[in-house]
């Protein structure tokens, strides 16, 4: 079996086996299925080949978003959960991982949780003392075969609004919602950042909660903020530029960042320049694939490798065509792109 045909069977393996609630299935699968995999106490499954420098880490994820869609194949199209995030990434990401022919350390490492809270790998990476000694990595996800350098962060704030209760027809009290509706005029005014590769920053309230009785002035609300992020913003520094956006309203405010186990994921930009990624744009071109460098559309674990190395996205299947397709009920990938995938991986990993 060639390495091109190794890719599509078990790209059609892996999208056969739901991993959308709960992971067992399919780490046993590529525990079974990848050569010298192994499971870490993260839960990432992780193989190794070769050795010196340089050290280049291939990373997707086995997780998928809810709820499973059932595989289907009509020609070259693949339909199914999975079928292009991040199934397609994996699939080429093992099979040229296998068979490259390498002078270097390569390391394949496959997160457990990505569309969820990242633990898998924050922990994994977080078990080497010193930073991850990686030199370079390829974080698999749909970007429709572009070499993407830099993908805007996500960070949520919740905010708390404290007034006074009183009756409504009194006059008295200090209505919270009021206090959350002129925070969300404030926050809507607030202008973007700006970085010339991701755009602009983003700021949206996506909840927006309070009041009690039909006769009371309320004195409890609260809302959520969604932020996408663009470097150099930290999500420390969001919370701070809230605070102060919020600063003299007639009620207490209280901001914090909403909870999680693992730190949010920031922005991040690698420099076009990079040289190992003119190495892999080299190889897209040198297999006919019409690659570009641009920025990634989403939120991505590269976050946590860029803190540690330069990280470049790349793999086959679209985020959207026009309509959703990543996470949405019509998710598919083209095997065509899955082959092309593969080989510009095996000849870049080659060319180390």
């Known amino acids: 079996m060639n390495t091109e045909s190794r890719a599509v069977s ?32 993260s839960g990432c499954v992780v193989a190794e080949r070769g050795s010196g420098s340089p050290h280049v880490v291939l990373n997707t994820h086995m997780d998928t978003v809810t709820p499973h869609v059932a595989f289907e194949r009509d020609g070259d199209v693949v339909r199914g959960r999975g079928a292009c995030d991040a199934k397609a990434s994996l699939a080429a990401m093992a099979a040229s991982f296998e068979a490259a022919e390498v002078d270097c ?29 990686g030199d370079f990595a390829v974080v698999g996800e749909p970007t429709e075969l572009d070499v993407c350098t830099a993908a805007r962060g996500r960070f949520e704030v919740e905010v708390g609004f404290q007034g006074e209760a009183a009756h409504a ?63 150099p913003e930290t999500a420390e520094e969001f919370r701070g530029t809230v605070v102060d956006v919020l600063e003299g309203l007639d009620c207490e405010v209280n901001v914090e960042l909403s909870s999680r186990p693992t730190p949010f994921l920031e922005a ?8 190992y990624v003119q190495g892999l744009l080299e190889a897209a ?31 086959p299947g679209a985020i959207d065509d026009g309509e959703p397709v990543a996470h949405a009920e019509r998710e598919y990938v083209d095997l065509t792109e899955v082959e092309a995938a593969t080989r510009v991986l095996e000849l870049f990993l080659g060319s180390l």
């Open 105 to 133: 350390t390569l390391e394949l490492v496959v997160s457990p949780d990505e569309e969820t809270t990242s633990e898998g790998l924050h922990r994994y990476l977080g078990d080497f003392d010193e930073g991850h000694p």
């Open 285 to 315: 071109v040198a297999e006919g694939v019409e690659s570009e460098v641009r920025a990634f559309g989403a939120a991505t674990e590269a976050s946590y490798l860029a803190q540690d190395m330069p990280v470049a996205v790349f793999g």
């Open 10 to 41: 078990l790209h059609e393996r892996l999208v056969r086996t739901p991993s959308h609630d709960d992971v067992t299935e399919v780490r046993n699968l590529l525990l079974e299925e990848v050569e010298g995999a192994h499971l870490v106490d």
């Open 268 to 275: 991040f930009r690698t420099p076009e320049d990079d040289s």
């Open 169 to 231: 027809a009194s006059g008295g009290g200090v209505n919270a919602v009021s206090c959350a509706a002129e925070a969300v005029l404030r926050l809507e005014d607030l202008p973007p950042l700006y970085d010339d590769l991701l755009g602009e920053s983003s700021l949206t309230v996506t909840r927006l909660a309070g009041g009690g009785a039909g006769n009371q002035v309320p004195a409890e609300a609260s809302l959520f903020i969604d932020r996408r992020s663009v470097p």
